[in-house]
């Protein structure tokens, strides 16, 4: 089982809708997770962190289960410009915390 | 502005040739990680450095060597290329302080490796 799973998608939906992604990780010992955003032959840039109470950024919302080790990310009235892959990255636990493991990424798109 | 830039950016070899990719970053963070990231595989860790002096393996080390001499760069060297190693390879730097919360890690531009 990989350390950090995520449906790779990919996602295609209309401009104004609400999508959802989730990504699941297994180690649970981590304590930092968050969101990347990567665009076509770009590097990944952070998109938000994701804290124990769940935390929003205008139209992005995060949220953290630790019961059930997973994070989710939700973008409510999706823009074009929202087209990316979306990377959840978690720290590999107490002992290497500046360690981060990645998924592979889910692909979104949004059509007019 | 502090940033990290990655040099060349795009790069061409041979098999069996030896290739240092650069790295260098000014934010004076002291973690510094190599990746590389092919399709369907995502992002995975080469090597990694916590400081001067220090470097650890990754999940996919072999072929690979680091060395950190000092806060700002973490050259990556491919001993004898091979066409296995075609791939984009990403830099990273994140600060590291005790206690510190924020892991986040900051990427170069990135460069791509093709090796024929």
């Known amino acids: 089982r990989k350390e950090v799973e995520q449906d790779p998608g990919p996602f295609n939906v209309p401009e104004g809708a609400t999508v959802a992604f989730n990504c699941t990780y297994s180690n649970s010992a981590s304590q930092s997770f968050f969101w990347y955003r990567q665009d076509c032959r770009k590097e990944p840039k952070l998109l938000m962190s994701?804290?124990?109470s769940g935390n929003e950024d205008g139209r992005f919302t995060a949220q953290l289960n630790r019961a059930s080790q997973y994070i989710s990310l939700l973008i409510r009235d999706s823009k074009l410009s929202d087209s990316a892959t979306y990377l959840c990255?978690?720290?590999?636990?107490?002992?290497?915390?500046?360690?981060?493991?990645f998924g592979s990424g889910t692909r979104l798109s949004i059509r007019p | 502005d502090a940033e990290i830039t990655q040099s060349p950016r795009h790069k061409i070899t041979e098999t069996g040739r030896q290739v240092t990719l650069a790295c260098h970053q000014t934010w004076n963070h002291n973690n510094m990680f190599w990746y590389r990231q092919d399709l369907g595989h995502g992002l995975r860790l080469i090597h990694y450095s916590y400081g001067v002096h220090d470097t650890n393996k990754g999940e996919v080390s072999d072929g690979y060597s680091v060395s950190r001499s000092n806060t700002e760069d973490l050259p990556l060297t491919l001993e004898s290329a091979a066409s296995s190693q075609t791939s984009v390879y990403f830099c990273a730097s994140s600060e590291a302080r005790a206690g510190a919360s924020k892991d986040e890690q900051f990427f170069g531009p990135g460069t791509r490796l093709t090796v024929l």
């Open positions: 994701v804290y124990s």
């Open positions: 990255a978690v720290s590999a636990g107490y002992s290497s915390a500046s360690k981060i493991i």
